[in-house]
């Protein structure tokens, strides 16, 4: 069962603010929002993550409207080394929630 | 400080064969997760590990697949026998708690197996 959905690829370039938007119509009151990115032959590697309005770190910041139905990643000035697969996650802190991936976002960056 | 181990890094076997991986995750780190990612898709978790007690198995193929958190810190995931469509990286994890506002995934490098 999906409880995400987002864009299967995003295009942009260097130097550009990027955003990507996951829906979860269905999120559950004790899900979080987690991110995360994946280079190839990697494992994915956490961005951000938050509960409702706005969070911000030193690499990304995540949008969360007041329904939480869906929410923004969005990354300043990327480069080419955003080039990426991006996950939006909801991860429920209880036993009886389920951790599920999306098939995340194909961002390319151009130069 | 040392992050998620995991071995072997490729594994190529024949189906009908037994395989086995290994992971070590972050001292301290309470909780421990397996997932499957097929290429072009997302991970998908296999089993979670709290402590050495299971969480939640419910995707794990148990005819096929079998995994162990002995002593509450490292695990082995096991595919006995193995199939064709079981081609795929398996990625250990490991978090610090499993439940909370800030429990982030710290993934290890994945095994890359190739089934013939």
């Known amino acids: 069962l999906a409880k995400t959905t987002q864009p299967i690829s995003m295009d942009s370039y260097e130097g550009q603010e990027v955003n990507i938007t996951c829906s979860h119509n269905n999120i559950a009151t004790n899900d979080y929002i987690t991110w995360y990115q994946q280079f190839p032959s990697q494992g994915p590697r956490f961005i951000i993550q938050?509960?409702?309005t706005k969070v911000t770190n030193e690499v990304a910041s995540l949008f969360i409207p007041a329904d939480r139905k869906s929410s923004t990643l969005s990354l300043p000035r990327v480069s080419l080394s955003d080039t990426a697969v991006y996950y939006c996650l909801l991860a429920g802190y209880s036993s009886a929630s389920k951790i599920i991936f999306g098939s995340g976002t194909r961002l390319s960056i151009r130069p | 400080e040392a992050g998620v181990a995991q071995s072997p890094r490729y594994k190529i076997i024949e189906k009908r064969q037994s395989v086995a991986f290994w992971c070590n995750p972050i001292s301290g780190h309470a909780t421990l997760y397996w997932y499957q990612q097929i290429l072009g898709q997302g991970p998908k978790l296999l089993i979670q590990f709290q402590n050495n007690g299971v969480v939640d198995d419910s995707q794990l193929p148990k005819d096929r697949f079998s995994a162990e958190r002995l002593k509450g810190v490292d695990s082995t995931l096991k595919i006995q026998p193995a199939k064709l469509e079981d081609s795929a990286v398996y990625l250990c994890?490991?978090?610090?708690?499993?439940?909370?506002?800030?429990?982030?995934?710290?993934f290890g490098p994945g095994t890359r197996l190739t089934v013939l």
């Open positions: 994890a490991s978090s610090l708690a499993g439940f909370g506002e800030s429990d982030e995934q710290f």
């Open positions: 938050g509960y409702k």
